[in-house]
């Protein structure tokens, strides 16, 4: 059965993204960090993609494929 929550997309994969992950899995959002890194704190626990947040096309590639209209930045 397919989720009826959202893909929640994040830039950024530090700290406050690793907060996050737990409650939102917990609710069963899939939640996906933007990461600089497959070291970087939410990176480690989560599917993740890579990229880099300064770059407008890798940023606007990730935020097609989620299904939220919020996205936010550490």
Same mark, same amino acid.
């Given at each position: ?14 700290? &406050?993204?690793?907060? +996050? ?14 990461? @600089?890194?497959? =070291? ?9 993609? &890579?990229?880099?947040? +300064? ?6 590639a990730f935020a097609k494929t989620c299904r939220?209209? @919020?996205?936010? =930045?550490?």
């Amino acid at each position: 059965m397919k989720s009826t929550w959202p893909r929640v997309g994040v830039i950024g994969a530090g700290q &406050l993204a690793q907060m +996050t992950l737990s409650p939102a899995t917990s609710l069963g959002i899939e939640f996906v960090p933007f990461a @600089e890194s497959n =070291s970087d704190p939410a990176a480690l626990f989560a599917p993740h993609e &890579l990229g880099d947040y +300064t770059n407008v096309n890798q940023v606007l590639a990730f935020a097609k494929t989620c299904r939220s209209e @919020e996205h936010t =930045s550490e």
